[in-house]
């Protein structure tokens, strides 16, 4: 059973740093394209990063670039989320999805896209 599992969350304060994780099981990563989401309260689920199935191509969100890193290792069937330099409207909860399987080396960021989702992890930015 295909299975995304999140990891990383915790309290931060701003300017701080995480890395967040989502550990595949149950499918051969190699043939998905990954996106991270995010969910703040009250909000509608937003797109952050995508990451193609042999990692050769990203996306970002306009509000996320520069500060933010996707990156897969499908050898540990992991994908990582690098933060940094987080504020408070970077809080909510942040959920990994996958779409495929596919041959084609690119990514989008659009929810529909996505088929397979895990439980999210939550990032809280506060001083």
């Known amino acids: 059973q295909l299975q995304l599992v999140e990891s990383g969350g915790g309290l931060v304060q701003p300017g701080g740093s995480l890395r967040l994780s989502c550990a595949a099981s149950g499918f051969t990563l190699d043939y998905y394209a990954i996106g991270w989401f995010r969910q703040a309260p009250g909000k509608e689920r937003e797109g952050v990063s995508c990451?193609?199935?042999?990692?050769?191509?990203?996306n970002y969100a306009d509000s996320v670039k520069g500060r933010f890193t996707i990156s897969r290792d499908n050898a540990k069937k992991t994908v990582y989320l690098q933060v940094n330099n987080l504020k408070p409207e970077d809080t909510a909860v942040y959920y990994c999805?996958?779409?495929?399987?596919?041959?084609?080396?690119?990514?989008?960021?659009?929810?529909?896209?996505?088929?397979?989702w895990g439980q999210g992890t939550r990032v809280t930015v506060s001083s």
């Open positions: 990451i193609s199935r042999r990692g050769g191509s990203t």
């Open positions: 999805a996958a779409a495929g399987p596919t041959v084609q080396d690119m990514c989008v960021m659009t929810k529909d896209s996505y088929a397979y």
